[in-house]
């Protein structure tokens, strides 16, 4: 009896545990096969579903399969694959897509009908939408909707998904919808604006695509100011430049931002249009900047150095450096300080564009030398930048090298007519590579231009001696190998006197229809339109 007793409380763990371990090997089973699909193997399929015959994956890959062959099975496959796992959007993307191909899901019997309308209305409840009466035509893309609506909501960290469902609703000319989309990949891989921003540039030099950058201008996304550098650096019109601009510019809520001011007066700059550049520019200054303009801007260094268009422009490097600093002897709160350590190549690092009237003109400053080495040493150095054919060097000031206390320099030069404007550059003063090696330090202070009624004999003396030998510096290329991308040139500064321009300067301005003094036509948002869509997108829609 104690022996029958036993077995019979034995019997149900046995029972249990052989139940367990069949459990384990069909899950065990089921998920190798799932791997094997996961990795491309299409017979893994119906070795799943034997295992595991409620596996979401495997039922989700296997209606997608039969959508050709027998809609009806595939649409209840796909309805059970998305019960199965309600966090897998993936079988309600297939099903959208199965549903804008056929109109209103031909071929489903009435029991699967009714089942995958259930989903239906589940999903456009979840996505917001309100369920309409099915009216025949168009029927299918609006239920497509309501479930790419829900899908959206389902994986929003799933940037590949977030690609195609952009994808899709640009195939249906919802570009309001495709935004979301884009700004959720661009923030979780900002790799993809190899592929976006190109997209977007052609929808923004498009008439019919580019109002979508209304809606994207008045509230700009993490991702807007990178593409606004790369229109300016990559779109073929400045028209295109020119509108997102103007757009931005009549946003009250998010006003321009100073980096975005800095692309477009770079991209004006780089077209020529100096007097607009300046306008643009000027109209962005600070309180601060705007006390320091002249004919130099900041010529007492006591701002930071900063990537402005028509300020100092420095390039430092492992063996160069420059910072505005308080010494002894300053006039200001700072002076700028330029610390050479081993540098070696022609030195052309620190400059600053101009826009300066025809007619003569005296730069002085001072500096002090804290032991530069160098047999060559360092000048500032004029030179006209456009028109290209009148390219050439202004002006070489005297040589820096040494050691000195604070000591005023001067330099007189002639602008002549035809050269619209230049560039006030410190260079080497060594022709030859020994000469051009640098060590040790040397301070600029108080930098000013006032314009003279002529030369002196010195500066007569150098000018006939340049025109007599064509003397060259080198190219304006080589003058700007600094990596200064956005930066080209061209400075246009007031004068000392209360910061007014001169007659001859407003004579050059006058004309100029600035970005400020000027609105974009406005026109309604096309609800149907082509939108190029990447590759990545493209499977939406096949």
Known sequence: MMQSTGWFWRAPLVALALAFAWFSLTAGLGNYYAERLRGGEAGAVDAALAWQPGRPEALRAKGEALLADDPAAAEVLLTRAFRANGGDPWALLALARHWADTG???????????????????????????????TGQGEGLERADALVSLVAQLAPADLRLQMQLAGWWASRGRLDRVLPHWTLVLAGDPGQQRELFPVLLQMAEVAETRDFFRAVTADPPPWWTPFFGYVAAKGLELDTLRFLYLLRRQAADQPLSAEERRLYVGRLQREGLIAEAFLVWIDGLEPAERERLGLVFDGGFDLPLERRNFGWQVAESDHFSAKPMGTAGVTGPTALRLRFKGYEGHFARVSQPLFLDAGYYRLSGRV??????????????????????????????????????????????EVPAGCDYQQLTLVSAGSRAFEKKLDGTLWFDDLKMLRVKDLDATARADATAREKTDEEAAPVGAEKEVGQEDVEAIETQQDQEGGVPTAARQDRLGGVATAAAQDPAVGKVTESVAVPVPEAMRETMN
């Open 104 to 134: 209103q899901g031909k071929g489903m019997n009435r029991a699967d009908a009714g089942q995958t309308k259930d989903v239906e209305r589940a999903d456009a409840s979840q996505a917001g939408d309100v369920e309409r009466p099915d």
């Open 368 to 413: 002090r030398l804290d032991s530069l080495t160098s047999k060559g040493g360092l000048r500032w150095q004029l030179r006209c930048l456009l028109p290209e054919a009148e390219a050439k060097v202004l002006a070489d000031g005297p040589r820096f090298m040494g050691s000195a206390d604070w000591a005023p320099f001067e330099l007189r030069f």
